[in-house]
């Protein structure tokens, strides 16, 4: 990273991706260093010198430009990122959850400090997809976004499809493998799906989509039989967040779906992660990459940090208030998958029975 | 496009591109406006007071910040470009031959005159590729590209896989939907691919990549019959790009090349382009969007408007001089298709003949 201005990075939180970006930042001839690493005071043998306990001292520190937040947890994590904004340092962070819960609230605060409020790592790992929607959504218009967001669900289902597994043992080698968490329920029911889709869809469409305003279905209630079912039709099972216009309505979706061969996510396996957009002048554009881990993360967050030492602060337009209707009828076509059978219904008649297991067609 | 400052932009050349950048920003609620377009006399009843037939009075122009060039051709492009950045104007530029070229030269001069220098439209069309490599070699190691890139190429080798065409028949068809030149034979014979591949590597490696120094072969010579062998094999046909080091070699081959099912280039159909590539933190990150057209390119070019007016300019880091070795020994598994047999041989034996139709095993 060369060629901007000199800045000193305190790291807040020692975990897989904080360790990742002090290994990257570290490890590169750069314009910026990592002078604090914020954390528990069990890890000042790793760390040594640059441990600070006190995260007002990091305030207080003048020399610090940037605050890179990867603390994980919401309640402290947002009071950090408030108090860092407050004084007037830029922030740099992974952290879905709260980007999703206080979009309007936190940019607008970066904005009255004249920092910067980058978030790249919260959705998508390693894929630059926040910077290229900022971008697009100011030039074009942007109309429907869907994206295989979350990595242990994906890999599960993948899995699940390469290898027959149970979706309890996929679970289980997911967090061996160390990108599932131990509790996993906003992985197996949605909810970090559905997180990602709201900042998605509110950079997307430039106006708060709430996470409470999407539909949202996981992937518990896959069995062997169903994925056996769907594969020997040709399809795929993935969970998918889609965000679209249907008319002049917004239809925000966190659900299993079905995709053919020709579909761009058909191969989207394991932790990969693919976000697809589609605009007025440019059709659909599609991102594929790693969603998660340590490294690609952190790259994430040191490709933000690059921008910032260039002066150049993510300007997502976004209203205050939400200004289209949102309307989540379903659309188009769904399967209900049994372990006997697999029908075709309209998606007017599928919330009729929740007691089967359903998927949309997406084309 | 908003919150940037406000810019008049001079658009030379009143092409597809040319009609579409004036379409969009003119269709925009904007900062930025068209103020004089530069093209022949017998334009004036379609462009009217806007149409400027002298250059020198476009570049004495104070009030024109940006000047985008969409002429096509080379040398008198080439003059325009070089006499806007010394008289302290932007350039936003679509001309591939040109920035394949004069790379060194020109970024430097742009340099020099504290302007801006941005070529988003020169590969891939509406595919943020240049953007995004920018960014990501700056910020980790880019060790491989590779990239579907000519989009007649890949229309021709799409109709005759899943329409059984010949390769005259989907060339005059593509001549038709107005995206392949009466002149074809960049494309046809892949030095169309090469000159895209020689920007992006040059970015990608941050030394100059010459368009002289790739090895290059077209699709010249596929017939119904060789495509049916290797469909029947389960693979598809693509013309591919690809730079890579090899050791600390770089090997940059523009050819034809086979991908099973699961490689993303399998579905990209028609004037659809992808660019995949691979890096020290990411792994793979791969991008698909249209290669070709008048919007698709016309919207790169505002694009890259939108981060002049936010003073974001293009810092692509590149050596002027190559500091690595290149060796084009071709690497891996290659087809030799015959209407009657397929046989993989060794890369090390695939120049032995020149006779033979003969493709890449791209993992």
Redesign the interface.
Known sequence: ???GYFVNIAVLGFGTVGK?VVE?VDG?ESDCSIKTIFAREKYRNEIGDRLETNFDNILQDESIAIIVEVLGGETFAYDCIKRALNAHKHVVTANKNIISKHFIELTSLAKENHVALHYEASVGG???VI??LI??S???QVYAISGVVNGTANYILTQMTQQGKTLEDALTEARESGFAEADATADLEGFDAARKLSILGTIAFKQPISYDDIQTRGINGVTPAIIEKVTSKGYHLKHAAVAKYVGNQMNLRCEPVLVK????F??V?NETNSISFQ????????????GAGS??T??AI??D???IT???YY?A?VEPTVIDKISNIPTGEYFIVTEEEMVIKPASQVELDQSQFYASVVE
């Not at 061969?261 to 761009?264: E, T, Y």
């Not at 605009?279 to 790693?290: K, P």
């Open positions: 990273m060369q060629g990742g990257i590169s390693g894929i630059p910077q290229t971008k697009s100011a030039t074009d061969a020709s579909h761009p058909f191969h396996e605009s007025t002048y440019n059709d659909t554009v599609t991102l594929i990459g790693l490294l690609p952190a790259s040191v490709s940090i690059y921008l260039r002066g150049q300007d337009i």
